[in-house]
């Protein structure tokens, strides 16, 4: 069972930037393709980014294309994400997530299909 752990997040003003981690505990995260989502009280969980097995494709939500970067570090067992240009409305616990069965090349966009989830870290931006 692949454990996940978010840090990273905090407080940031708008046009900041912020770099959250996602370490997994097994050497099997090389097999997942990986995902973030994000999370605001009373709302549905949505996507942020995902990244294939050896990030062969890295897909982003509109909202934050452009502005946010996914990546990983196989060797360490590692997902980033790097958001800059912070806008209020990014505030929200975020997530990153592992699709163990996801096929070759694909970065899964749904929720539904991830395996496992780490705790969130919560991230603000102020105006």
């Known amino acids: 069972q692949v454990q996940l752990v978010e840090s990273g997040g905090g407080l940031a003003q708008a046009g900041g930037s912020l770099r959250l981690s996602c370490a997994a505990s097994?050497?099997?995260?090389?097999?997942?393709?990986m995902g973030w989502f994000r999370q605001v009280p009373g709302k549905d969980r949505e996507f942020v980014a995902a990244?294939?097995?050896?990030?062969?494709?890295?897909t982003y939500a509109d909202s934050v294309k452009a502005r946010f970067t996914a990546s990983r570090d196989d060797a360490k067992n590692t997902l980033y994400l790097q958001m800059n240009s912070l806008k209020p409305e990014d505030t929200a616990v975020y997530y990153c997530a592992c699709d163990q069965n996801a096929p070759w090349g694909i970065a899964p966009t749904n929720r539904y299909e991830y395996d496992y989830w780490g705790q969130g870290t919560q991230v603000t931006v102020s105006s």
């Open positions: 990244i294939s097995r050896l990030s062969r494709d890295i």
């Open positions: 097994e050497a099997t995260f090389v097999v997942c393709a």
